[in-house]
């Protein structure tokens, strides 16, 4: 079964906007990670947040985790035709990560 | 590129044959992951072998096997296969075992079972 539930499903912006997505988890965490898969191919890391962070930045990339709410959000800023993938989160616990069930996000140029 | 290499890209079979998917994973990672992907189940974690031993299990059938090699070469072993066994299949390798060493992935076989 999926730990986390990404939503939303799907997301379609024009490039140079923000783009949003939120994913719920169901368990408590030590961290929460957030991957890129473009179509077809492996996925790649993207940021890891700690149960004690609150928020954390990496270039336009933007996570924040409320562990009370048990929920993420991952926002993508100035959107770029790149950026066109299926993002997920993953949590575990450990060893394994599980994964959520991913947001696709379009950008439109 | 990630480091991690799978073998082969591609594969078509017949049902109830048994296939061999291979993957090396990055110079100095101890931790080997498999990941299968369908569009029905998601992303779903098979099995980790850490430096040899098997450590962690999740959706892995009875029909599925895998094991990491003294190279830390993996293999993952897919028999009796059916036709909901196609499916992408990743692997995933790591410096240790935590969930907080980030993981790289494979480009992934893609498996067609006819």
């Known amino acids: 079964s999926q730990q986390g539930e990404e939503d939303p499903q799907a997301l379609s912006i024009q490039e140079g906007e923000n783009a949003t997505m939120n994913c719920s988890y169901k368990t408590s965490i030590n961290n929460l990670q957030w991957y890129r898969q473009n179509s077809g191919r492996g996925l790649v890391h993207l940021i890891l947040i700690r149960s004690n962070e609150r928020e954390k930045h990496s270039g336009r990339l933007r996570v924040t985790l409320d562990t009370s709410k048990k929920s993420s959000s991952l926002l993508i800023t100035a959107s770029r035709a790149a950026d066109t993938a299926s993002y997920f989160c993953a949590t575990g616990p450990a060893p394994k990560l599980t994964f959520g069930t991913g947001t696709r996000l379009t950008i439109i140029p | 590129d990630s480091g991690v290499t799978q073998t082969p890209k591609h594969l078509i079979t017949a049902t109830g044959q048994r296939v061999t998917l291979r993957c090396s994973p990055r110079s100095g990672d101890l931790s080997v992951y498999w990941y299968q992907q369908s569009l029905d189940q998601g992303l779903q974690f098979l099995i980790q072998?850490?430096?040899?031993?098997?450590?962690a299990k999740g959706n892995i059938l009875e029909r599925f096997s895998a094991q990491q090699f003294p190279d830390l070469h993996s293999e993952l072993n897919l028999s009796s296969l059916e036709l909901g066994d196609s499916a992408l299949y990743f692997c995933a390798s790591s410096r240790g075992q935590a969930t907080y060493y980030e993981q790289y992935f494979g480009p992934g076989t893609r498996l067609t079972v006819t």
């Open positions: 072998y850490y430096n040899g031993e098997e450590r």
